[in-house]
């Protein structure tokens, strides 16, 4: 089992920045791709960033505006940068991980942590 616990959620005004992070453990091992999905209200969850194994892949509503790193391809501590922020962000932030090519479907990913709600607003 893996668990995934999220931090850095909060209010932010529309413009601002925030940053999420992301801690994996247990027996961690080849489930090492990584990423955030978020879900708003009455809304489908959606594949916001992944990194699986230096690989990147973003939602297209986020590209150009959100960072998904980490200090290794191994660690297991993974961050999201988010920059220029608009209410339509808005939304419960999930982390999860799996092994390779399985977080890019909500539907394959084996491990979600318990989320963290963003909130923007002015």
């Known amino acids: 089992q893996v668990r995934l616990v999220e931090s850095g959620g909060g209010l932010v005004q529309p413009g601002g920045s925030m940053r999420l992070s992301c801690e994996a453990s247990g027996h961690v091992g080849l489930n090492n791709a990584m990423g955030w999905y978020r879900q708003a209200p009455e809304s489908e969850r959606e594949l916001v960033a992944a990194?699986?194994?230096?690989?990147?892949?973003y939602g297209l509503s986020v590209k150009g505006r959100f960072t998904i790193y980490r200090a290794t391809a191994e660690d297991t501590t993974v961050y999201l940068q988010m920059n220029s922020l608009t209410p339509e962000d808005t939304a419960m932030y999930y982390c999860?991980?799996?092994?390779?090519?399985?977080?890019?479907?909500?539907?394959?990913?084996?491990?979600w942590g318990g989320g963290t709600q963003v909130t923007v607003s002015s």
């Open positions: 999860v991980a799996g092994r390779r090519g399985t977080i890019l479907e909500v539907s394959t990913v084996p491990y």
């Open positions: 990194d699986d194994r230096g690989m990147t892949t």
